[in-house]
C-alpha cells in the first residue's frame, strides 16, 4: 500500500482474500469493517495508512503466511 | 511484521516481470464533509466479483466493471478474478466483498445508508494508464450519480 498511496488506507494483519475474518464469521467481519470506517476522521493527509491493529490468529501465530504462500503460487 | 507480499506475487509472475506498482498520475485525496454515521457508503471490490447471473469476467485484462446489488439477499455472489488465493473467499465472499455487515452497520445506524449497488473489478490488470484512464473515471462517475460520500475499496 505503501508504493500505491491510496487517498487513505487501513492496514489490517490478515492474509490477503480474508480481509474481514474467516469464513462465515459475521461478527468479526461487521467488527472489521467498523473499524476500518472509524479511521475516516483521523486521516490527516494523502497516503496514509492507518494499521487497525487486529491480529489473525488469537495468540499472534504467523504460521499462516506459510499456507497462505501455497495458496498464491497456485494461479501460475 | 506484515507479510511481504511482492517478493511471492514476483515468483508467482515469473517468467514475466513482476509487476510494477505505478503512482496515480493525479493526487486523490479529497475530504470528507460529512460524518461516517451522515455518509451514503459503497464497497469496492477488485475481486472481479459479480451476481451469479452476470456476465463472467476474463481474466487476466478484463477493464469491465459489475454492478452488484447492495442487497446481501439479491443473490449468489460469484469471484472471476484468477488468484489462487480464492479458494477461501469463494467459501464465503462476504470476507472480501461484506455487504451483509454493512447492511447491519446501516440498520444500526453506525453509517448514514448505504449506496443500492456496489462496484467489483479485475485486480492486477497490468494497462495501468487505461485503468486510470477509463476504469476509474467510469467508476467515479456511478459513485457519483449514486450520491455516494464514502467509498471503501477492498484490494484482492
Known sequence: MSKVTPPRAAFIDHPVGRTFGPPHDRKRNEAVLSKALAELPKFTHPGEIRDLGDAWSPGGSRAWEDELCVEMLQDR | ?156
Open chain 2, 1 to 156: 511484521m506484515p507479510f511481504d507480499y511482492l517478493p511471492v506475487m514476483a515468483q508467482n509472475s515469473a517468467p514475466k516481470p513482476p509487476r510494477v506498482l505505478v503512482l496515480p498520475s493525479k493526487p486523490a485525496w479529497q475530504p470528507a464533509c460529512k460524518s461516517v454515521g451522515e455518509s451514503r457508503v459503497a464497497l469496492l471490490s477488485s475481486a472481479a466479483a459479480r451476481l451469479a447471473d452476470q456476465e463472467p469476467f476474463i481474466p487476466r485484462e478484463d477493464l469491465s466493471y459489475r454492478k452488484v446489488s447492495a442487497d446481501p439477499n439479491a443473490g449468489e455472489i460469484i469471484i472471476d478474478h484468477h488468484s489462487g488465493i480464492g479458494r477461501v473467499p469463494k467459501q464465503d465472499p462476504e470476507i472480501i466483498f461484506p455487504r451483509t455487515a454493512l447492511a447491519s452497520l446501516a440498520e444500526r445506524g453506525v453509517i448514514g445508508s448505504r449506496a443500492p449497488f456496489y462496484f467489483s473489478f479485475m485486480g492486477g490488470v497490468r494497462q495501468h494508464q487505461r485503468i486510470e484512464n477509463e476504469l476509474a473515471p467510469a467508476l467515479a462517475k456511478e459513485l457519483a450519480d449514486a450520491q455516494v460520500d464514502l467509498a471503501l475499496l477492498v484490494p484482492y
